[in-house]
């Protein structure tokens, strides 16, 4: 696991972490999965389900409803019955009553008025993607949202299991399954053999291009989610903001597929590459003038209107064939020579930026651009472009310069067709990974480890066997969007020997620790093991910029058993962190 003591927190402790966007569109979905099966055979179709969706934002952010104002029979009084969702039924100022309002406040703050449409329709899109999986005119969950509390040797875990299914054998007895349902900024630049799009833009069957230089077409698209977000600038001065569960495929120093958590976390230790792209191949397009005579054009230091040949050559350039490229960067290299015998020089901004964009195109290394005496310079060699003409260059990595947290923007992101399910994103054209998907097998071990422990609860609180785990990717839309993994004695005991390794690990080092800070003793506190920090640390909710309740950071919690942690830290009602030295 990533952080044990994050999981410490979470499962052991039960501690409850405030919601966010995606999060409350996950609430949303459940809650028209929950309740869809509270109707009969026969009247469980999506449109039964998405009528949910709307009554769960109502119940969200007016939990506490009067009945009287409440339609009988509709599906926010289905909701509502079931959840316990109306003013008669809380005790006013009780712990359940100011739980239910700090979250109705949460949610309202998280999805004004103005965006709520667009964000009830995402919730929707996931509804739809579950349909396409299963059908639930078929099966009659055995328990939904089944709470778990179990004792696993000296820790206690907790959890809600999103379904519990009860399957009759061939022998009559029941074979029981646990199964859980479970991206880049909208305005990141997508290069199309037509133009650039954006994320928020483009749809299921538009062209991008892949990292082989060709268009690949895209076969599906995720719903839009707000997520903890990083921007990532790369050696070419490219920058992407991608939020931390984003994929990206990572040539060294670890060949993988990682989130862009991961490769933040990787970047501490050691540079970072991407891989590189082919130059991109489009169509020879009609030209104005040729490409060379334009290039020599572009660079007479002249200020260009948009209407003059040069000008609608330059624009019909970026979407023509390589050769094209190269002719006009030949041409506009051999006018800027007197001037600036290193590279390229133009006086326009928006010729420069058009230039820089051909240069991506081409395969070219993008370098920066300096403004010196009124004209724009940028570093380019005839011996690069002849290279590139005979391909004989080899396709340079992208190295990543620097990675760091971001203010959270809403993302979305895309499967393409292409073979290594790369596309390209952004203005520097970043070789990146479909993701909103499955995820990789790293994160697939982590999200079943979950449900393990949720299986080992089962057999240790309730003596009932668990054939299978099920993790059910609602964005996929098809069938082999479910991943499934057996259950077996071994699995259930390795679980249960990280559970109480965790426990174990973080109650000896933290009070090797506090004895080691008494005794003042130095070397035995370089020994002590203790929670690595890394930049991870500043969007975790028990982070030090957050609820700052992490032991690793908060002196008042070093040293504490985790028992004494456990009452520090769950006394406030309704499972939310608190840490109380803050009034001691």
């Keep these: 696991m990533q952080c044990p003591r994050l999981f410490f927190y979470k499962t052991i402790l039960g501690l409850r972490t405030p919601p966010s966007e995606a999060t409350l569109r996950g609430t949303l979905a459940h809650y028209a999965f929950e309740r869809i099966f509270d109707h009969p055979v026969g009247e469980r179709g999506v449109d039964t389900a998405l009528g949910y969706v709307d009554a769960a934002w109502k119940v969200v952010v007016d939990p506490l409803c009067e009945r009287a104002n409440v339609a009988p029979d509709s599906f926010e009084s289905r909701l509502r019955d079931a959840e316990e969702r109306y003013r008669e039924s809380h005790t006013p100022g ?47 969950p055995a328990e939904r949202e089944l709470y778990v509390r179990a004792e696993v040797g000296p820790a206690t875990v907790h959890g809600f299991i999103d379904r519990f299914d009860a399957i009759p054998g061939a022998c009559g007895t029941a074979h029981h399954y646990v199964s859980d349902y479970k991206g880049l900024a909208l305005d990141t630049p997508l290069a199309t053999p037509s133009g650039w799009t954006t994320m928020g833009r483009v749809k299921v069957g538009d062209l991008v291009i892949g990292t082989a230089g060709r268009p690949v077409r895209v076969t599906e698209k995720t719903p839009e989610q707000r997520l903890e977000c990083f921007e990532l600038v790369f050696d070419d001065h490219s920058r992407v903001t991608a939020d931390a569960v984003h994929l990206w495929e990572v040539v060294a120093p670890v060949p993988g597929v990682y989130s862009t958590a991961e490769v933040s976390a990787m970047a501490q230790e050691a540079n970072v590459y991407l891989p590189g792209c082919e130059p991109v191949r489009f169509d020879v397009a009609n030209l104005a003038m040729p490409a060379r005579e334009a290039g020599r054009l572009l660079g007479s230091r002249e200020i260009l209107s948009p209407f003059t040949p040069e000008y609608r050559t330059l624009l019909a350039v970026s979407r023509s064939s390589q050769e094209h490229r190269l002719e006009l960067l030949t041409g506009l290299l051999e006018v800027s020579a007197p001037r600036f015998p290193d590279g390229v020089e133009v006086a326009d901004e928006a010729v420069r930026d058009l230039v820089s964009e051909i240069l991506v195109l081409a395969g070219l290394p993008v370098r920066a651009w300096v403004r010196d005496n009124g004209a724009f310079r940028t570093p380019l060699t005839l011996t690069e472009i002849e290279r590139r003409a005979s391909e004989s260059d080899t396709i340079a990595l992208r190295r990543l310069t620097s990675i760091r947290p971001t203010r959270s923007v809403t993302t979305a992101c895309i ?9 390209l994103a952004g203005r520097g054209l970043v ?66 020997e990280k559970i109480i390794s965790v426990w174990d690990g973080i109650a000896l080092a933290d009070r090797a620790w506090h004895d080691a800070n008494l005794r003042g003793d130095e070397a035995a506190l370089e020994k002590a093991w203790v929670t690595k920090k890394q930049p991870l640390c500043d969007w975790c909710h028990f982070g030090p910029k957050h609820t700052n309740v992490c032991s690793a950071w908060n002196p008042s919690l070093a040293g504490m058993l985790p028992e004494e942690q456990e009452l520090r830290l769950t006394s406030r009602p309704g499972g939310h962190v608190v840490d109380e030295s803050a009034s001691d």
């Design 94 to 140: 009780s712990p359940g009553e100011k739980r239910l309002l700090e979250e109705a406040e949460s949610a309202r703050a998280l999805v004004p008025d103005d965006r709520l449409e667009g964000f009830l329709e995402t919730a929707r899109s996931v509804v739809r993607g579950w349909y396409s999986m299963e059908n639930p005119e078929k099966f009659t």
């Design 415 to 423: 499967g393409v067709d292409s073979p290594d399910h790369l596309y």
């Design 431 to 496: 070789p990146t990974h479909n993701t909103g998907k499955k995820p990789s097998p790293r994160f697939t071990d982590e999200a079943f480890f979950q449900l393990e422990v949720y299986a080992l609860a089962l057999a240790e609180s309730r003596a009932v066997s668990t054939r299978q785990l099920r993790l059910i990717y609602t964005n996929e839309a098809r069938k082999d969007g479910v991943l499934t993994r057996d259950v077996t004695p071994e699995i259930l005991e390795k679980t249960r």
